[in-house]
């Protein structure tokens, strides 16, 4: 009753997954509107987006919409909240977080006084 006259080809659906027909301008508000619009108070919504956000950080990657589902699960916070907060990691702000990742870490070595090195050890397969 609700299908298509025409499928759509495969090539279609992939060309739909990197650019939506509606474009991102729209795409972006339609996901805005379904947020403001979720039934729990609003403490478990911003919990699931920040674990979402959380989430996005970790550097398993292709699994972050799950890790932030259960987390919200665990916490009882908003899962469609913590799947949609993933959106912070993509392939644009991935290089800029990895960067912050090391910089922090390098900055903590500095405070606590230890080496810190990006190379392996001289005597690793010993």
Do not use: C
């Not at 474009?23 to 039934?39: D, E, I, N, P, T």
């Not at 674990?51 to 799950?66: D, E, K, Q, R, Y």
């Not at 699960?73 to 907060?85: E, K, Q, S, W």
């Not at 080496?115 to 690793?124: G, K, R």
């Amino acid at each position: 009753m609700f299908k298509r006259k025409i499928p759509k080809t495969i090539a279609l659906q992939i060309r739909d997954l990197i650019w939506p027909v509606m474009g991102w301008g729209r795409a972006l508000r339609y996901m805005k509107f379904r947020l403001v619009r979720l039934s729990d108070p609003t403490h478990k919504v911003a919990g699931g987006l920040a674990n979402g956000i959380a989430v996005s950080f970790s550097p398993l990657m292709g699994t972050h919409i799950v890790q932030a589902v259960i987390l919200s699960f665990f916490t009882r916070t908003n899962m469609l909240a913590g799947a949609t907060g993933t959106i912070i990691g993509n392939p644009w702000t991935f290089p800029f977080i990895w960067w912050a990742s090391i910089a922090f870490g390098g900055w903590i070595f500095d405070v606590l006084g230890l080496p810190a090195s990006t190379t392996l050890p001289e005597n690793i397969n010993s």
